[in-house]
C-alpha cells in the first residue's frame, strides 16, 4: 500500500530535526515499518523522495539493519536472546519453548499471524538473564513457562506489562515510538531490584561513597 | 577492608522520580551545569584532563585529552555523539544509566557541547531498547521547556540543539566510525583512520564520541572538582565505575565501585556464586576481551591491571560463569554473534569470522579435530590486526584465550560434544523452577 501524505509529512519532520536530511533515514524507515509491519517497496520509495536519493540507496541502508523486516511482521515481535550469557544461562530453553508453543521459527511470523520469533544478541540486559523482548520491550528474567504464559496473555489480549518497561502495545507502536520517541510513555517502571542492588547495600552498610 | 561501593551516578536510583526534571534538580542537578556556563570552556576540558576520566566504553582512552583533540576557533560546526548503542555481549550498564537516570547524561551532554563548543549534539541510541530511547528523550524535551536546551542557555550566550537518534540493529555502530556513517543515514561501516573524528566526523566536521557513562560522569566531575574524583580509583585509573556483574552470581546486578576493586570484592557484593558453584572463567568487559580464571579474582580492576594480566578493563561489565559451563560452547555463541555482526567491509574479518565459527562448531558438536585447534589460532592470527576495525580483532580474542586456560576441554570436543562434556541443564539460573 502507498505510504500515506500524512506519514509522508511526518517522514519530512523528522529529517527537519538534522542539519542534513539524510540522518534521518533510519527513523524513518520505522516510521515506515510501523505503517506496513515491514518494509515494503512503498517504503523505500516513500524514503528515497522525501529524502531525494534513489530507491536503490534507500535499499542498502534497509537491508543493512536487522531491526528492519522484509516480511510482515505478526502483531507482536518476540526476540529471545541467545547470546552466550542469555543462552547457556537457559535462553536455549526458553527459545525451544517459545517455537513450540507458537509452531513458530526463527526470523518468521507464526502460522497464526500472531508472533514473528527471533532468536536476538545481546538485548544490554545481562544482568537479567535470561532475556525476552516483547515488541522490543523488556521481560527480564523468563524461564520457559514464564515466556509461554506472556506469549498466551498477549493471544487472549490480556494485558502484560515488561518489567522493566510500560504496558506492552504492539510491534507498529514501538516502531513508532522509534520513530518520534516522545510517546507519553517515559513514567513507566524501569528500576528494578538488581539495578539498585549496589545501591542498597551501600545504604545498609553506611558507605559514604561518592559524598566522602 | 573491603572497598567499599561508592554510588555516584547511581546514587539516587531509588527514587522513583529521578528520571524527571524536578527529581533529577531535588537532588542537585543541573548545578554543575550552571557552574560550567560561568567557566571557560578550555578549563572545562583542563578540568576532565586534570581528572584522569577514561572512556567507559571499553578503550579507556583519556577524555580529556580526546578533547583536546578538537581545532578551535576553525570556523567549522562542531558535534557531539553519545555512543549508546551499548550492544557489546555482556555490556549492560549504559542502558540502565539511560532508564534510571537520563538527566545525568543530558547535563553532561549540555556541558561537553558547551567544552568543545557544539552547537549540535546527537545521542545515538540502538533501536532494540525504546524505554531508553523514551526516557532520554523525555528527559531531552523536559531540559528544552526548562531553557536548558536551546538558545541562550540560561543567559550565558550558549545554543545547543540536541536530537536523540534510535539505531535499528547493528552492533558495529558501536564502532565510532561506523556509527558515524549510521548517523549520516548509510550503512554502519567504519571509515578508514586518519581522519579522525576530532578533525573530519561527522559531516566531515570535528566531532567528540563519548560513550553515555563517560559522559554522566562530567557533570560530577564538574561539581565536585578534580581531587574529590581522584581520591578514587588509581593513579592511571581514577574514578568509579558502574560495573554491571552478571551470571552464576546470587544476585546479579548493578554496583557502583571505585576502579581498583578486585572481581572477588565484587563477587562478595554480589552474594557470591550460586550454590555449589564456583568461578571457572570470567570476562572483565564484555565478549571482546580475553577470559581470565578464579586465580585471577585478586587483581584490581583497573585498565593497567587488566592489560597487565593479558586482558582489558573494557565495558567494566564481568559476566561469571561457573563450573557447569561449556567453554567451547560459550565461545562458539560469541564467534556466532561476531559473524553475524561483522559489516562485510573488509575480506578478514567477514571471512574469518565465518571460518572460526565453522570449525568452533564442530568442536562444539565434538567432531573438532586436533590439528584444528592450531588452524584455529592461525585463523584469529590471521584477523587480529589485520581488519579494518575492532570488531574483527574483537573476534579473534575469544578462543585463544580459552585455549590457552582450558585445551583439555578442546581437546575433550575432538570426540565428545559440548552437550555431553556439560549438561546445558545445569547451568540454567532456573534449574528446576519452570523449566520444562
Given at each position: 500500500m502507498p505510504i500515506s501524505e500524512n506519514t509522508r509529512e511526518q517522514m519530512r519532520e523528522i529529517a527537519a530535526r538534522y542539519p542534513s536530511a539524510r540522518s534521518a533515514l533510519l527513523p524513518m524507515l520505522h516510521l515506515a515499518q510501523s505503517e506496513e509491519d515491514e518494509i515494503t517497496t512503498d517504503g523505500i520509495n516513500a524514503c528515497a523522495e522525501v529524502l531525494d536519493i534513489t530507491p536503490a540507496e534507500v535499499t542498502a541502508v534497509a537491508t543493512f539493519y536487522t531491526m528492519y523486516k522484509r516480511e510482515k511482521v505478526g502483531k507482536h515481535h518476540i526476540g529471545v536472546c541467545i547470546n552466550t550469557m542469555c543462552g547457556l544461562l537457559g535462553g536455549d530453553a526458553v527459545w525451544d519453548a517459545v517455537v513450540e508453543a507458537t509452531n513458530g521459527s526463527n526470523n518468521a511470523t507464526t502460522p497464526d499471524g500472531e508472533f514473528f520469533l527471533e532468536r536476538i544478541e545481546c538485548q544490554a540486559a545481562c544482568t537479567h538473564a535470561p532475556v525476552m523482548t516483547v515488541d522490543w520491550e523488556f521481560m527480564d528474567d523468563v524461564t520457559p513457562s514464564s515466556a509461554v504464559e506472556v506469549l498466551d496473555k498477549l493471544r487472549r489480549g490480556e494485558q502484560v506489562q515488561s518489567t522493566r518497561g510500560p504496558v506492552i502495545r504492539d510491534f507498529e507502536a514501538t516502531e513508532h515510538t522509534l520513530a518520534f520517541p516522545d510517546d507519553g510513555l517515559a513514567d513507566a517502571p524501569s528500576v528494578d531490584d538488581k539495578m539498585l542492588a549496589g545501591l542498597r547495600i551501600a545504604k545498609e552498610q553506611g558507605m559514604q561513597g561518592g559524598n566522602a | 577492608m573491603a572497598t567499599p561501593l561508592t554510588p555516584v551516578i547511581t546514587e539516587y536510583w531509588d527514587r522513583p522520580d529521578l528520571y524527571t526534571l524536578d527529581g533529577y534538580r531535588a537532588v542537585g542537578g543541573y548545578q554543575a551545569l550552571e557552574k560550567a556556563l560561568r567557566t571557560d570552556p578550555d578549563d572545562i576540558i583542563a578540568q576532565v584532563k586534570d581528572a584522569g576520566l577514561r572512556g567507559r566504553g571499553g578503550a579507556g582512552f583519556p577524555t580529556g585529552m580526546k578533547w583536546s583533540f578538537?581545532?578551535?576557533?576553525?570556523g567549522k560546526p562542531h558535534y557531539l555523539v553519545v555512543n549508546a548503542d551499548e550492544s557489546e555481549p555482556g555490556a549492560c550498564k549504559d542502558i540502565p544509566i539511560m532508564m534510571a537516570n537520563p538527566h545525568a547524561l543530558v547535563e553532561g551532554v549540555i556541558i561537553t557541547s558547551f567544552a568543545i563548543r557544539a552547537n549540535h549534539a546527537f545521542i545515538y541510541i540502538r533501536g532494540e531498547v525504546p524505554n531508553a530511547i523514551r526516557k532520554v528523550e523525555f528527559a531531552v524535551k523536559q531540559a528544552k521547556e526548562a531553557g536548558l536546551i536551546g538558545t541562550n542557555i540560561m543567559g550565558s550566550g550558549f545554543d545547543l540543539e540536541v536530537v536523540v537518534h534510535s539505531g535499528a540493529g547493528a552492533y558495529i555502530c558501536g564502532e565510532e566510525t561506523a556509527l558515524l556513517d549510521s548517523l549520516e543515514g548509510y550503512r554502519g561501516q567504519p571509515r578508514l583512520k586518519p581522519p579522525f573524528p576530532a578533525v573530519a566526523g561527522l559531516y566531515a566536521s570535528p566531532t567528540v564520541i563519548n560513550n553515555v557513562e563517560t559522559i554522566a560522569n562530567i557533570p560530577y566531575i564538574v561539581d565536585r572538582g578534580v581531587d574529590w574524583f581522584r581520591q578514587f580509583g588509581t593513579e592511571k585509573s581514577p574514578g568509579f565505575k558502574v560495573f554491571a556483574v552478571s551470571g552464576h552470581v546470587k544476585r546479579p546486578g548493578i554496583y557502583e565501585a571505585p576502579l581498583g576493586i578486585t572481581m572477588r570484592e565484587l563477587l562478595d557484593y554480589a552474594g557470591g556464586m550460586r550454590d555449589g558453584s564456583e568461578v571457572k572463567f570470567w570476562l572483565p568487559?564484555?565478549?571482546s576481551v580475553p577470559l581470565l580464571t578464579a586465580e585471577h579474582l585478586d587483581l584490581p580492576l583497573t585498565y593497567e591491571a587488566m592489560a597487565e594480566a593479558g586482558t582489558m578493563l573494557g565495558t567494566g561489565t564481568p559476566m561469571v560463569f561457573d563450573q557447569t559451563v561449556s567453554v567451547v560452547k560459550a565461545v562458539t555463541r560469541w564467534l556466532e554473534f561476531y559473524k553475524h555482526e561483522s559489516c562485510g567491509k573488509c575480506t578478514p574479518c567477514r571471512e574469518g569470522t565465518y571460518w572460526i565459527t565453522g570449525v568452533l562448531e564442530k568442536f562444539e558438536h565434538g567432531h573438532g579435530q586436533q590439528s584444528e585447534m592450531d588452524t584455529l589460532v592461525d585463523l584469529c592470527g590471521q584477523i587480529s590486526g589485520r581488519s579494518f576495525c575492532a570488531l574483527g580483532d574483537a573476534a579473534a580474542t575469544p578462543y585463544p584465550s580459552a585455549l590457552k586456560y582450558f585445551r583439555e576441554e578442546f581437546e575433550a570436543a575432538t570426540h565428545t560434544s559440548a552437550d555431553d562434556q556439560f549438561d546445558p541443564i545445569a547451568s540454567y539460573v532456573f534449574a528446576g523452577v519452570g523449566a520444562r
Open positions: - | 578538537v581545532p578551535q576557533g576553525d568487559g564484555g565478549s
